[in-house]
Nanobody, 124 residues
Framework: QVQLVESGGGLVQAGGSLRLSCAVA????????MGWFRQAPGKEREFVAA????????YYADSVKGRFTISRDNAKNTVYLQMNSLKPEDTAVYYC?????????????????WGQGTQVTVSS
């Protein structure tokens, strides 16, 4: 069984920064592709960023490229999302997800395990 727990969300002013963390319980975390997704009120959940198991390859949605950075620490079974230059349109519930059987992917159906989400609110 794999469990994901996000933390680090909160309220921040536009232009500020937050770092989200996702702790993963699972013996084979280091082999998973990990991703971050978000869902804003009234909108569908969307891809934000993903990272390969070794951390050498990352991929970002255009809307966050250059502002967000995904990283992972396999020794700590944790994946991070550093969010800088936040905008009000970044307001959403952020989810981390694990894809045990896929390469780097933006598709939600490739991610078998999901966290409960953490709220990020950016005020203008």
């Amino acid at each position: 069984q794999v469990q994901l727990v996000e933390s680090g969300g909160g309220l921040v002013q536009a232009g500020g920064s937050l770092r989200l963390s996702c702790a993963v319980a699972g013996r084979t975390f280091s082999t998973y592709v990990m991703g971050w997704f978000r869902q804003a009120p009234g909108k569908e959940r969307e891809f934000v960023a993903a990272i390969t198991w070794g951390g050498g390859i990352t991929y970002y949605a255009d809307s966050v490229k250059g502002r967000f950075t995904i990283s992972r620490d396999n020794a700590k079974n944790t994946v991070y999302l550093q969010m800088n230059s936040l905008k009000p349109e970044d307001t959403a519930v952020y989810y981390c997800a694990a894809a045990p059987n896929a390469g780097l992917t933006v598709y939600q159906y490739d991610y078998n395990y999901w966290g409960q989400g953490t709220q990020v609110t950016v005020s203008s």
